[in-house]
């Protein structure tokens, strides 16, 4: 802990020091200034004090007193104390607050004099921890700056008693993800005996129960459906896509994760929003002008002991504080009633001084008076200390007055959250008396909506059907007061006509009255309808839109209204469609401001579920493959062979659950080492022949086997390094035992990267190969191959690409195996779909889509994989001779570095495989590969149609499952001859 004093006690320390001080120079005359030397802590150097006759210290030409800080000689902070008469200085610990990744929370080390860092012990870059959240993350410390990288981490939630369990993805920042789709309280699942669990997060930790389907209306489209609930219940949020006023997450001061919700220049607590509205007032006129007096108040002390002995100085300074105390009445009072309660001058005595005592006692009372309404009653009446100052008929509205007022009407269902705001505030320097006025611009008044579903992309939207959604909305008005309102919404979305409606019911504020306009209750709202946009997204803005008001006419009266909407649809993949946030407005005018605002999520319905088969949940299973598959132990055999020439094989329930693996073959030093060791044992077994000669042939053919395996696989056949060890086997008396000597020191040499090193430097034994080894440590660790697997997985798919380097030698730079440098594998837990030539099965001239992730390799000497997503559209035509596929392969990044891939130096956005044709094998299930489909490559920063690609390519996959509705899933691989080649595979689930 650090050495702190507080403002006043230490300045009333220094000024008795000062008098005593100036006490002893009376009595003993004037004493000359001296130079104090003081040690700054073990490293800071000494800093030389000037001490004054008057007892004053001064550093570099400024004033310090106990308690100040001064920077020693190596830069860091240091506090001065002063004890007994003596100065000392102590280190002040620098303390470094470490953001954990973007989860909002944080942690502090400390850093000692020493250059150490410590938390609750000594500490060093790569420690990890684990954060309250469940992240881990990887401190590291970086050209003096410290930052944590979010390692992901997984969940694992049993079943219930069905022996099965689910493994969400916990990602940096928070969110969990189940096979790629964002996870939220309510999640289900289903396992193999068709049982449906709904996950649910309880104070932090994920639990599984049996799901319970909701009761839907038999006509979608009916008015009485079951309205959504009012206080749906808040989960852990993140802001992945919003609508309207851009709002904000923050950390509380509690260092809670995304606890605070910053929107229109204000902070509210997520915990108090789950009840559905939050009203802010600011300080009271009255509270403000209590704090303030207060604060002069507790001066009064202080200047007595400064003043003591100078009455003028003191008579000015509360003269000060009564004027001061005086204007912090102004808006309860106007200047005649501030006059009542501190008069112009200050209370004197008869003899001219200030009366101090009455000062105090009159703001004591007054302070007094302003703590309680009751109190403040009481002190404006007869004899009261506020008498005169105000009315007492206004007491109430004037102590109740506050200097801003604000409300945020806030809602959520499952996915989405969103809210309205107003924010009013007086002028400043205004009284109670001042009308409240609305906030200009986006602080005053507004609408937004956020998710943390990511938007939804126009091409994975269905392209036919209907979609409806139910949800609430809520509103706020700055006409007829301040109204704040919520409701139920229904949204009608049209995908072939890309289209979508809605109406909003049962706008009324917390007392149940219906909002009104033109003085007459509104029942329902009609909104402008909308098209979709290629992200998914709509906006209208002075679109024509419809109130219905609530009357015994026949047929109620309609107007219709300038109206404003926005939104959004969210979800990915076969999440799709999930759910719409949005934001809408009533005008006066087109592009007027609105008289009412509003936010809206809403949910898709629920469906019945098509029966779906039970798959493996690790990956083991392979009924249908393309390449590698698992063996009967889950075994995934690529990427060549090993040392011993043994094929390599990888569990795939690893790679299921990491995603990449990386497999180091052994060193070539380690290797090396082995065979000189080797060596060594025949020259020991010769030494105990006493250098018999009928072994000289083999002596000369082993002496020219070492030198070859540290010239060959050490040194890269570098010619400084030829005969390292000797041209010839030693000659004379105990020659065995001296070249038994030379490769031991060889072998030991190749048994440590400090032993490696130092057998470089000059007289050791591998001095003549100092020139070619640049970096020992590297060479020392250098493998002979190295196979980089990345792996991904769907439903009902598991695939891979992989790709393997080679080293000639120690000292030679990595390149692709010739012999087996790369591949791609995918497999799936289903059997392959079986479609008959005579009738296919699915609607004749149909379409099916299906959606996934596609994995890439760049297969060079430092392979670089990339990750994306795959849509594939299926033509199934009216025979299979006239069934075609197009599969949209886009967003391929590098997982760790976010990079994209290229195509001549620019990122690409889409890879499309057009006109696929579909074929029938011997067993009647479904495939396709083509060596030369046509290929666009379309890249980010144009928006032109693509370049074709006619080099190398190729596509090869199969479909899996089977139902009346068609395949559930299709796998695959995919190449291109690019200069750095690519080797891909995919797997996609039916979708949408």
Do not use: C
């Not at 008693?161 to 289900?188: C, H, I």
């Not at 289209?499 to 209750?521: C, F």
């Not at 949940?617 to 598959?629: N, S, V, W």
């Amino acid at each position: 802990m650090y050495r702190t004093k507080g403002f006043v006690t230490s300045a009333l320390r220094n000024l008795r020091l000062s008098a005593l001080w100036v006490a002893l120079t009376a009595l003993a005359g004037p004493l000359a200034a001296q130079v104090v030397q003081v040690q700054l802590g073990d490293h800071g150097g000494t800093a030389s004090l000037t001490v004054t006759g008057e007892g004053q210290a001064t550093w570099e030409g400024m004033q310090v007193v106990d308690g100040s800080t001064i920077t020693g000689a190596n830069g860091l902070t240091y506090v001065l104390i002063f004890a007994d008469g003596e100065w000392t200085a102590q280190y002040l610990s620098q303390l470094v607050r470490v953001m954990l990744g973007d989860s909002g929370r944080a942690i502090t080390l400390e850093r000692m004099e020493d250059g150490e860092y410590w938390w609750g012990g000594p500490i060093q870059s790569g420690l990890t921890v684990r954060s309250s959240d469940g992240i881990v993350y990887r401190l590291v410390l970086s050209a003096g700056t410290w930052t944590a990288m979010p390692l992901q981490s997984s969940v694992s939630i049993p079943l219930g008693d069905s022996g099965e369990s689910v493994s969400l993805q916990l990602l940096p920042g928070g969110a969990y993800t189940y096979n790629g789709r964002p996870v939220t309280d309510g999640f289900v699942v289903t396992v193999s005996s068709g049982m449906r669990y709904e996950l649910r997060l309880s104070e932090g930790e994920w639990v599984a129960r049996p799901y319970q389907e909701p009761t839907q209306p038999t006509d979608p489209t009916d008015p009485s459906e079951p309205t959504p609930p009012t206080t749906p219940t808040i989960v852990t949020d993140v802001l992945t896509t919003y609508v309207g006023i851009a709002p904000t997450l923050v950390s509380s001061e509690d260092g809670v994760r995304n606890a605070v919700l910053r929107v229109g220049g204000s902070d509210y607590l997520l915990s108090s929003l789950s009840s559905g509205q939050s009203l802010t007032t600011g300080e009271t006129f009255a509270g403000r002008a209590m704090e303030a007096i207060a604060a002069r108040r507790r001066q009064i002390e202080l200047y007595e002991i400064v003043y003591e002995d100078r009455p003028d100085d003191l008579l000015q300074t509360l003269q000060d504080i009564w004027d001061q105390s005086h204007a912090a009445l102004g808006g309860l009072f106007d200047a005649a009633g501030a006059s009542e309660v501190f008069s112009f001058s200050v209370p004197q005595t008869s003899q001219g001084r200030v009366d101090v005592e009455e000062v105090k006692e009159t703001m004591d009372a007054v302070i007094a008076s302003l703590e309680t309404f009751q109190s403040f009653r009481t002190a404006l009446g007869d004899g009261g200390i506020l008498e005169g100052a105000l009315d007492i008929e206004s007491a109430q509205a004037a102590y109740e007055a506050v200097t801003d007022w604000s409300a945020l009407q806030f809602g959520a269902t499952q996915n989405t959250r969103f809210g309205a705001y107003l924010r009013y505030q007086r002028p400043e320097g205004s009284s109670w008396q001042d009308s409240l006025q609305l906030l200009s611009g986006e602080e005053g008044f507004g609408a937004f909506a956020y998710s943390p579903l990511p938007s939804s992309v126009l091409s994975s939207l269905p392209i036919s059907g209907t979609a409806n959604y139910s949800g609430r909305t809520v509103a706020v008005s700055p006409l007829g007061g301040f109204g704040v309102y919520s409701g139920t919404i229904n949204l009608q979305v049209r995908f072939a006509a890309r289209s979508i409606n809605g109406v909003i019911r049962g706008l009324a504020n917390d007392a149940g009255e219906l909002l009104t306009y033109s003085q007459l209750p509104v029942s329902e709202i009609s909104l402008p309808a909308a098209s979709l946009g290629p992200d998914a997204s709509f906006s209208v803005q002075g679109g024509t839109g419809a109130l219905l008001f609530e009357s015994l006419a026949v047929p109620p009266p309609t107007q219709s209204v300038f109206m404003d909407m926005s939104g959004q649809i969210l979800g990915s993949g076969l999440g799709a469609a999930e759910a719409i946030i949005g934001t809408w407005s009533v005008n006066p005018s087109v592009g007027g401001l609105p008289e009412l605002t509003g936010a809206y999520g809403a949910e898709r319905r629920a469906t019945s579920a098509p029966s779906r088969p039970a798959t493996d949940t690790d990956g083991l299973t392979a009924l249908a493959f393309i390449g590698a598959r698992p063996d009967d132990v889950g075994n995934i055999r690529l990427g060549g062979a090993d040392a011993s020439g043994a094929a390599l094989s990888y569990w795939a329930g690893a790679l299921y659950t990491t995603g990449s693996a990386e497999i180091l073959g052994p060193t070539a030093v380690s290797l090396a080492r082995r065979a000189l060791a080797d060596l060594a044992v025949r020259v020991s077994i010769w030494a105990t022949n006493d250098g018999d000669p009928q072994f000289d042939q083999d002596r000369a053919n082993l002496w020219s086997s070492a030198n070859t395996i540290l010239h060959e696989q050490v040194f890269g056949q570098n010619a400084s390094a030829l005969n390292i060890l000797g041209a010839s086997y030693p000659i004379g008396s105990n020659r065995d035992s001296r070249a038994l000597d030379s490769l031991d020191v060889a072998v030991e040499a190749l048994s440590s990267v400090a032993s490696f090193g130092a057998s470089l430097q000059s007289g050791g034994v591998f001095e003549d190969a100092s020139g070619i080894v640049q970096d020992p440590a590297g060479t020392f660790a250098a493998p002979l191959f190295e196979v980089d697997v990345a792996y991904g997985h769907t439903n009902y798919a598991r695939f891979g690409v992989w790709a393997r380097t080679v080293r000639d030698s120690a000292v030679s730079a990595p390149t692709p195996d010739a012999t087996t440098p790369s591949g791609a594998f995918a497999y799936s837990p289903l059997a392959g779909t079986v479609l008959a030539t005579s009738a296919l099965g699915y609607p004749s001239g149909g379409v099916g889509h299906f959606v996934g992730q596609a994995l890439a390799m760049e297969v060079s000497a430092d392979p670089t994989a990339y990750v994306g997503d795959i849509r594939a559209t299926v033509s199934w035509g009216q025979s299979i001779g006239t069934a075609s596929l197009t599969a949209v392969i886009s967003g391929l990044a590098n997982p760790e570095s976010g990079d994209a891939l290229t195509y001549q130096g620019v990122a690409v956005e889409e890879i499309a495989f057009g006109n696929v044709g579909l074929s029938l094998a011997n067993d009647g299930t479904a495939f396709f590969s083509d060596s030369a489909p046509s290929v666009i490559i379309r890249v980010v920063d144009t928006t032109a149609g693509g370049t074709a690609w006619n080099g190398a390519r190729e596509i090869i996959g199969q479909f899996v499952g089977d139902s009346p509705d068609g395949p559930h899933g299709v796998i695959g691989t995919w190449s291109l001859g690019f200069a750095t080649p690519i080797e891909g595979a995919f797997g996609a689930d039916a979708g949408p």
